[in-house]
């Protein structure tokens, strides 16, 4: 956070890779999520003679008359506010962003991080984890429904995760360098829509949901040990067998198994989506740098509308 000068207060936030157990997560299972520096978000903020108006590439207008998506933004400006001052001035916050809407990169946490930061540096006030926690999980439960925590927690830290809901947040060893390839489907995914697909399976076929829920778990226990030993096909097929059981989970679709395909025909060691999935992204794990630079390619004749190469471990590029 960067006091820019008396008159701007700057908030930044990264998006988030979540490499193995989204979904599962929800249902407090465990899952392995990384900050994915390449893209983000910053807020500015800066007093005006008015009320509080927002800025971004999707409105530009008080915060009183945001559009629906927006609400659970400008409800988390409207708490951030009462913690900071009785009185608040007239401000604008303007946001600029790199990480695509709706893809499963963290792009609602990131968000709402960089203005809860921003806000707390035009304060002046120190801010700790656990109230931007509270005060992001605000917006967070508009976007997500019933948010387990972990796109706030991987989008405001620095290093890999073991997240568990309710628990400590645990930083996770890397044994050999990992490199990822990120595509973009181009299309929006719903994350709230597939959090409430999945919940929905559990009332109709609760032994089949709990299973995969196990399995989930099973497979993200496994990946923390390929991952801190360094096994970089183990962790490949453990990411096969965790798109399999999203894929039975509804969570997939036939967008995403096009490029999860794509990966695995190109070398891939194993790819899934990435995230709320129906839509959004899929991260394939390549053997070096070299063969990631020929999995983007892949990807985009694929149909992918973006991909991002990214490293991640001892040597990191
Ligand atoms: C979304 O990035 C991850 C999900 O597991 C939802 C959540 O954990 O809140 C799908």
């Keep these: 956070m960067v006091q820019l000068s008396q008159k701007v207060a700057l908030g930044k936030a990264h998006g988030k890779l979540i490499l193995v157990g989204e979904h599962s997560v929800v249902y407090g299972k465990p899952a392995i999520a990384l900050p994915f520096p390449l893209i983000e978000v910053k807020s500015f903020v800066e007093e005006i003679p008015e009320s509080i108006r927002i800025s971004c590439d999707y409105y530009d207008g008080y915060l009183s008359t945001v559009p629906n998506k927006m609400k659970g933004i400008a409800a988390c400006v409207v708490e951030t506010l009462k913690v900071l001052t009785p009185h608040p001035k007239g401000l604008l916050i303007r946001l600029e962003s790199t990480i695509p809407l709706g893809r499963g990169l963290g792009s609602s946490a990131a968000v709402a991080i960089a203005i809860v930061r921003s806000l707390f540096t035009y304060y002046k006030r120190e801010l700790n984890q656990k109230v931007l926690s509270s005060l992001v999980n605000i917006s967070e439960t508009h976007a997500h429904g019933n948010p387990s925590g972990i796109d706030m927690a991987a989008a405001s830290g ?135 630079k020929s999995l983007a390619k892949a990807f985009l004749i694929a149909g992918a509308s973006k991909t991002w190469n990214f490293s991640l471990g001892n040597k990191l590029e």
């Design 158 to 292: 620095e290093t890999p995760i073991w997240f568990q809901k309710d628990r400590e947040i645990d930083q996770i060893q890397i044994g050999a360098p990992i490199h990822l390839v990120v595509a973009d489907s181009g299309r929006v995914g719903d994350t709230l829509s597939a959090v409430s697909g999945v919940k929905e399976k559990y009332k109709t076929d609760q032994h089949k949901t709990n299973a995969s829920m196990e399995h989930l778990e099973e497979i993200t226990y496994t990946a923390r040990t390929a991952l801190s030993g360094g096994h970089l096909k183990i962790l490949g097929h453990l990411l096969d067998l965790a798109q399999e059981e999203l894929t039975s989970l509804g969570v997939s679709d036939d967008g995403i198994n096009k490029l999860v395909h794509a990966a695995r025909k190109a070398g891939a060691l194993g790819a899934k989506l990435t995230g709320g999935g129906r839509g959004g992204c899929v991260i394939a794990l390549a053997k070096n740098a070299s063969h990631a």
